[in-house]
């Protein structure tokens, strides 16, 4: 769990450095660099969904993933919990601000393939030299993310915790199934949710990302349905 903690770690003191940035910086600027960060957020998504290597499974699992999201609300429980860390945090004020910086760096830091090997590396060999890479990363962007969105980043260690520590600890079980083909369409699932973050944050269309989370989940089962039937690719 060491790589993992080393993350989350990262994240946390990156988002620190971000929060004394936000409140040095001018309006003109803020609006600027909230820009930036979300062209830079549209590069990442892109990059990630040319991964795929059947754009039907991506598809298909935005179609389902989207039906499960609505029938569950994913999107109204992300503002509940942006509302109550807010409250936690004393902040007050709007819980969706909050939300927003938390499923944005979520998002970012764990629909990923370091996420995912690093987290297989460390439960497997007890190495942890992917996920040091990744916390090195992921620590440099929590300032930039965070200068802009403010302290939602911050909270997003938890979740990158509970992911990366679950993998870990299940690595044995997992390693059959995490095949590289599977690794490739949750990849370029969640870079389509994330170019949906990033369209968001530039104010062109309002997309329900949180509810469309499933996808990524849709996305391995039916990658593994597929390749467990014998469809070639």
Do not use: H
Request: with cysteine.
């Amino acid at each position: 769990m060491w790589g993992t903690v080393v993350n989350a770690l990262a994240i946390l003191a990156g988002s620190l450095v971000g929060l004394l940035l936000r409140r040095g910086l001018p309006e003109g600027v803020k609006e600027t660099v909230f820009q930036g960060v979300a062209l830079g957020v549209l590069v990442i998504g892109f990059q990630m969904a040319f991964a795929t290597r059947n754009v039907l499974v991506v598809l298909v699992s935005l179609v389902i993933g989207g039906i499960a999201g609505e029938l569950f609300g994913i999107e109204k429980r992300l503002e509940w919990i942006g509302k109550r860390l807010e409250a936690m945090a004393g902040a007050g004020g709007n819980g969706g601000q909050i939300a927003r910086g938390f499923v944005t760096a979520t998002l970012i830091y764990c629909v990923g393939a370091m996420a995912i090997m690093g987290a297989l590396q460390s439960g497997l060999e007890g190495k942890y030299s992917i996920l040091y890479a990744k916390s090195l990363l992921d620590g440099v962007s929590s300032v930039m993310l965070t200068s802009s969105m403010g302290a939602g980043v911050a909270f997003s260690a938890i979740p990158v915790f509970l992911y990366q520590g679950g993998i870990t600890l299940a690595a044995g079980w997992l390693e059959g199934y995490l095949t590289e083909p599977v690794i490739a369409e949750m990849k370029a699932t969640g870079g389509v949710l994330i170019i949906g973050i990033g369209i968001t944050l530039l104010g062109l269309k309002q997309v329900r990302v949180g509810n469309l989370l499933p996808a990524v989940v849709v996305a391995v089962l039916l990658t593994v349905t597929l390749a467990a039937a014998g469809i070639a690719w």
